[in-house]
């Protein structure tokens, strides 16, 4: 809720510098993982206005990861593109309509229930669409044109190629941080800052909590849908691992990794976790033991996450300038 | 007897079974949420381990007995070295950074045990004694081994009731679950019972991974596969209750496999609705105290 | 004497066999401070719980400006103007006190579900969070976070709190409790100032701390109403004297 200090800004700027530069120096491998995270990364904001700012730890999020992604299969053609303008606020859409459902009936439980019962939710649709010939079975199903971004005759993009998809995603990402900051300063915001803090006695001052965690549920359920739907217009490629609750436990980490309730600290535990695999992977057969260590040594040694050293890194770096200056 | 009748029967025994391996898995996981208040997404794992160290030893004793007497007490201790060295760190900690711990958890141990024992399935032999079937009808038999394995299971089942429900130490547990700060004050050591709880998770765990092993097979997402089955047992159950496992287990055992038999097209979910709707009904799970 | 804002007739709760409250009748009128009081156990927390909303009642009625108010969620009695403060302190201790007062007003906006201006440009909002904390004295201490407070200001929180929410009755559960000498004659001021323009119904241990604030005393024992009436006269009671304080207290 309160406003950055001026260190912590001047690098969040910068690091957007950086993002946009980037393409610049980068082989097209670099570019097409920066995009990946990216779109991990707003996922991860997604389950950070959930579960930092509002208090509710979901573990079934993946699920309208791969609502957004199945919506893109299911408006795609098979021997022609969808158009971008009318599939992705679809995937939206269909994405908010199940948090909606959903929502409603998760939401009467707390703690590790609720925990346990968005997982049941994720798993459900896991099975659902694993058994579902249409979308493909367990194997998955192909896209196999990228989303069609013409408008009236003029494509401003053209999705297939790389960098105008790295663009494309980078400002998706920059925009929902900036919704989400705004959304948060808001009056509903807020309340769901209250809400994770101290429900009941928000109650008791005269708040009608419940749809304002259905709201909250909503809007994250949505903005996951953004990024399954990004996510298949890059792989051209859907499964229903996407709704499983792998994803949804790696996105989870992501977040608490990154630094709950800060917005930006999920988008440095998807670039940590992302580049940490990558390098791990290169080196390695067996990655995930050098993972699993590092994610046991952050929560022993890092207990708000890497935002919380990168505030005080940075901080420090500044008061370190500021006495020279 | 019509062979209809004699199916339906097995698929009860069936269900029965899997759901008694299922409760000595959740029972250890129910009493390390509710006595130690973690919340251990590892548990999987030590199942996962005991059976592939039973199965290392069975195929160098050639015994399974012989290799479950090593196996179980091995991996206690290795359940307890873990306890001292990093599950010490997370008990006053928010239920998240558990969960974050205990996720790098299994990533370790999935990797130590790709790395000791590779990445195969391997069966386990049925010991010798108990590998024959009882003829039920000219068309089904069941195998005996399965009826051992729920024998086992019922009887320790029935020695965790004893131990927690009549026996002093089963007390100190049981007041250790509901005011930590009593017990102390009592002169009791909390962090012993903690250590004596855990390790019996443990053992319980790895115990279960041993003797499904001749059934069930022994590979790499075994771990995973029964944990968050586990979990769900708990949950309906309601945390902390080794009655509500043992009935949240036969539960699931029987809904997962009749769904399986009867209802192939939504069998994966069967378990999923069957949480979501006692949860809609009850929402701290059957016999769960609000926390 | 007026109707009163809050009429409470036969009111009970149960908790399984446990009959916390029982058959309570209780007449509460604007700038009216009426102090309830009793030992531990005697329902007194109960019974603010049961007309806050926060527990069902079992049985009886609560009547809100001659509207029948029982078995209501929390959420809709506080909308109503009912709003109640707690005995252990509830603040939100990251937020500063300016915020906490600010949240609590932000509960009279039409809706919160408002996405776009920042919450801090609402005027009216701003204002009775400020109003509030200069009524209760923590102006100066707007910007201190409220777990940065000592006891007795977090106190003051509380209760400017429940006043940024504009409400016409104050539940007030036992505010002065942990408190010093000092600071408990303060409070008491500031929640008999109050009372001006509200109508109060004040939970409270100790009878002789409210005496000479309270405009009607209720003594409650076991659940029930012993007695009820002005300060003096519920003082002088015998029933009262045997029940509660246990010895004969000398005239004044």
């Excluded at chain 1, 989870?252 to 580049?275: C, D, E, K, R, S």
């Excluded at chain 2, 009887?155 to 131990?163: D, K, P, R, S, T």
């Excluded at chain 3, 806050?52 to 809709?76: N, V």
Aim: one cysteine or more; hydrophobic letters at 55%.
């Amino acid at each position: 809720m309160h406003s950055y200090r001026l260190p912590v800004k001047l690098f969040l700027l910068l690091s957007l510098a950086a993002l946009i530069l980037f393409p610049s120096v980068s082989s097209k491998f670099y570019l097409q993982l920066f995009s990946k995270i990216m779109i991990l990364a707003i996922l991860a904001m997604s389950l950070d206005l959930l579960a930092g700012f509002t208090g509710l730890i979901s573990l079934g999020h993946a699920a309208f990861f791969g609502l957004g992604a199945y919506t893109l299969l299911l408006m795609s053609p098979e021997y022609a593109a969808a158009s971008l303008w009318l599939s992705l606020p679809a995937a939206m859409t269909v994405a908010a309509l199940a948090a909606l459902v959903i929502g409603v009936l998760v939401l009467r439980s707390s703690g590790v229930y609720f925990i346990m019962v968005t997982l049941a939710f994720g798993q459900m649709f896991f099975y659902y669409v694993t058994g579902a010939r249409r979308f493909g079975g367990s194997d998955g199903a192909y896209i196999y044109f990228k989303p069609d971004a013409t408008l009236a005759g003029w494509a401003p993009i053209q999705l297939s190629n790389n960098l105008h998809f790295y663009y494309f995603v980078l400002a998706l990402m920059v925009a929902v941080y900036l919704l989400l900051r705004i959304v948060i300063d808001s009056p509903f915001g807020h309340v769901i800052c209250g809400i994770r803090v101290n429900e009941n006695r928000m109650r008791s001052l005269g708040f009608p909590t419940f749809r304002y965690k259905l709201v909250a549920f909503m809007i994250a359920g949505a903005l996951a849908g953004l990024a399954g739907y990004l996510d298949a217009a890059q792989y051209g490629f859907v499964s229903p691992e996407l709704f499983g609750w792998r994803e949804s436990g790696i996105v989870l980490m992501m977040v608490i990794l990154g630094g709950m309730g800060t917005l930006y600290g999920p988008i440095l535990g998807a670039f940590a976790l992302a580049l940490l695999q990558e390098f791990f992977a290169d080196h390695t057969k067996h990655w995930l033991l050098p993972m699993g260590l590092f994610i046991i040594l952050a929560v022993l040694v890092l207990p708000r996450g890497i935002s919380g050293v990168l505030e005080r890194l940075v901080v420090w770096g500044w008061n370190l300038g500021a006495r020279r200056a | 007897m019509s062979d209809k009748v004699i199916f339906f029967l097995i698929q009860v025994l069936n269900g029965a079974q899997y759901g008694l391996l299922l409760f000595l898995v959740a029972s250890g996981l129910t009493l390390i949420f509710g006595v130690m208040r973690i919340i251990n997404l590892a548990h999987g794992s030590f199942y996962m381990l005991g059976a592939y160290l039973a199965f290392s030893f069975a195929e160098r004793t050639g015994n399974l007995w012989l290799a479950m007497l090593i196996a179980v007490p091995l991996t206690v201790l290795i359940g307890l070295l873990l306890e001292a060295a990093l599950f010490r760190f997370l008990y006053d900690r928010d239920h998240l950074y558990q969960v974050l711990l205990t996720y790098g958890l299994i990533l370790v141990l999935e990797e130590v045990r790709s790395i000791f024992f590779g990445d195969d399935v391997h069966g386990v032999k049925v010991p010798d004694f108990l590998n024959f079937s009882l003829r039920l009808t000219p068309a089904l038999s069941y195998p005996v081994y399965r009826l051992f394995m729920s024998a086992v299971c019922v009887a320790v089942g029935a020695a965790l009731y004893i131990f927690i429900n009549h026996t002093t130490v089963g007390m100190s547990v049981r007041a250790g679950a509901l005011n930590r700060e009593m017990v102390q004050s009592l002169g009791i050591d909390i962090g012993l019972i903690y250590r004596l709880v855990f390790a019996l998770g443990v053992a319980l765990a790895a115990f279960a991974g041993m003797i499904a092993a001749p059934v069930a097979s022994v590979f790499p997402g075994m771990g995973n596969q029964i944990l968050i089955i586990s979990f769900v047992v708990v949950v309906i159950g309601g945390i902390g209750s080794v009655k509500g496992a043992f009935i949240g287990s036969l539960l699931i055992g029987l809904a997962d496999t009749f769904g399986q038999v009867y209802a192939r097209e939504i069998s994966g979910m069967t378990i999923y609705l069957l949480m979501v709707l006692v949860l809609l009904w009850r929402p701290t799970g059957l016999f769960g105290r609000a926390t | 004497m007026p109707e009163p804002v809050l009429r409470i007739q036969a009111l009970s709760k149960n908790f399984g066999g446990l009959k916390a409250v029982r058959e309570v009748c209780l007449d509460l009128h604007l700038s009216e401070l009426h102090a309830v009081i009793g030992p531990n156990g005697a329902g007194k927390s109960t019974l603010i719980n049961v007309i806050s909303g926060e527990l069902h009642p079992s049985g009886g009625s609560i009547r809100y400006e001659g509207r029948e108010i029982a078995g209501f969620p929390a959420d809709r009695i506080a909308r109503l103007g009912i709003v109640r403060s707690y005995q252990k302190v509830n603040v939100f201790p990251w937020f500063t006190a300016l915020e906490n007062c600010r949240l609590a007003a932000q509960s009279r906006l039409k809706s919160s579900m408002r996405f776009f201006r920042p919450a801090r440009k609402y005027a009216e909002v701003n204002d009775a969070a400020e109003r509030a904390l200069a009524l209760t004295g923590l102006a100066p201490r707007a910007g201190s976070f409220a777990s940065a407070l000592s006891h007795g200001e977090q106190r003051q929180l509380e209760i400017a709190m429940t006043v940024a929410t504009s409400p016409r009755v104050l539940l007030l559960d036992e505010p002065l409790a942990g408190m010093g000498a000092e600071e408990s004659l303060q409070l008491l001021a500031l929640i008999s100032r109050l009372s001006a323009d509200h109508a109060i119904l004040l939970v409270e241990h100790d009878m002789d701390a409210v005496f000479s604030v309270a405009r009607v005393l209720t003594v409650m024992v076991n659940g029930r109403v012993l007695e009820s009436g002005p300060p003096e006269v519920v003082r002088r009671s015998h029933a009262v004297q045997e029940a509660y304080l246990g010895k004969e207290e000398p005239a004044p």
